[in-house]
């Protein structure tokens, strides 16, 4: 096999379908039984109900099965992508890992990318980010993703490698713009889906997809990003996407919160965590983010949404 992808939540699956298009595909569940189950039943009931497997797709719960391919997707959120790294680092240590998360650690402030660099040193790390949800992607709806990897080498060849007949994928050396795009567009949907949520109004809504975009620019570009990739698929892009459909996860749960409604814990909503490092983050390098500032105290409930939107209008007033 020439391509694993580690972890079978949602994203993963779907990624796993359209490359079986391809030629065979490895799929890691850490969980046997849902591997099991899979196997059997050919459908990842939890995570992707009614699509079913095709038959180039092997589900394993073996990593050793798996990191034989030369390329590697890992996707599990960003919060556990360490760990993942960590506990098996003796089998991930010297492949091309192709992360497929979006957000920035929490107590390190490092997207994806950076915490591969830290964990594993002589891995060959890329990542696979911009607008695209995994139901789509699983029923081979056309989708357009970027594919960062400084090594513009290695980059040629994963995008030729993981491009599938309705994924199509460009490419860009560009990794913390597609990092930092991919990020903190999840909390720009989170603010969004409140003020839907809320009843405030799709003039709001586009007010703050504007004024978000302005913070990523801010910060992504003082973290080094060319403000080309912010523009493309994994900034502009995947902001657009998250912050106007309800498939979002963080967009539903801006939602709950704009209605006073409560939200699944377990769901995974990358943007909660996100802006806490990101708020922490800007503070530290003096960057002016009141939105995921009021994003942070909105997700840990010590701010109403009726308080949040007077704040954030009450602002000092300034240019565009
Ligand atoms: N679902 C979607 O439409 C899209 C998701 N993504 C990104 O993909 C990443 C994963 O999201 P989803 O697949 O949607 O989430 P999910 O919640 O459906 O799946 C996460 C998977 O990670 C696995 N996992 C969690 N902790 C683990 C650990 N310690 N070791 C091994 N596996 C572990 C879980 O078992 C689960 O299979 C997120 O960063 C998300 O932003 C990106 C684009 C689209
Ligand atoms: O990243 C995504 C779309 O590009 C998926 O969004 P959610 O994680 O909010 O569901």
């Given amino acids: 096999m020439s391509v694993s992808v580690l972890g079978a939540g949602a994203f ?12 065979p595909v490895n799929l890691w569940a850490r969980n046997q039984d849902l591997a099991s189950d899979m196997q059997t039943t050919r459908v990842n009931k939890c995570r992707l109900p009614g699509v079913v497997l095709p038959d180039d797709l092997t589900i394993t719960s073996d990593l050793n099965a798996a990191v ?6 890992l996707a599990v959120p960003m919060q556990k992508l360490r760990t993942v790294l960590e506990q098996n680092s003796q089998s991930l240590r010297d492949k091309t890992l192709v992360a497929c998360c979006k957000g920035i650690e929490l107590n390190t ?11 594993l040193p002589d891995a060959r790390p890329a990542l696979l980010t911009g607008p695209s949800f995994a139901a789509d992607i699983a029923r081979g709806l056309p ?10 080498n290695l980059g040629k060849v994963l995008q030729q490698q993981l491009t599938t007949t309705n994924l199509r994928l460009y490419r860009t050396t560009d990794t913390i713009g597609a990092e930092q795009g991919g990020a903190l567009k999840n909390i720009m949907a989170i603010a969004c889906g409140a003020v839907i949520g809320a009843g405030l109004g799709d003039s709001a809504r586009a007010a703050l997809m504007t004024r978000g975009y302005a913070e990523i620019q801010r910060m992504a570009m003082a973290c080094g990003a060319r403000p080309e990739t912010l523009a493309g698929l994994s900034g502009f892009g995947d902001l657009t996407l998250t912050c106007s459909s309800d498939l979002s996860r963080n967009y539903q749960l ?10 699944d814990p ?10 806490r490092a990101a708020a922490a983050k800007a503070d530290e390098m003096k960057i002016d983010m009141p939105i995921t500032q009021t994003v942070t105290n909105l997700v840990s409930q010590r701010l109403t949404i009726a308080d949040a939107a007077a704040q954030l209008l009450a602002r000092p007033l300034k240019e565009e």
Avoid: H, K, M, W
């Fill in 12 to 23: 993963g699956t779907a990624l796993a379908i359209s490359l079986a298009s391809n030629g």
């Fill in 143 to 152: 989708t357009a993703l970027t594919l960062a990897c400084e090594d513009a």
């Fill in 109 to 119: 402030g490092l997207g994806p990318i950076s915490v591969i660099r830290e964990s």
């Fill in 254 to 263: 801006g939602l709950a919160i704009g209605r006073g409604e409560t939200f």
């Fill in 266 to 275: 377990s769901v995974t909503v990358e943007g909660a965590a996100t802006a």
């Fill in 68 to 73: 034989d391919s030369r390329i590697l997707l």
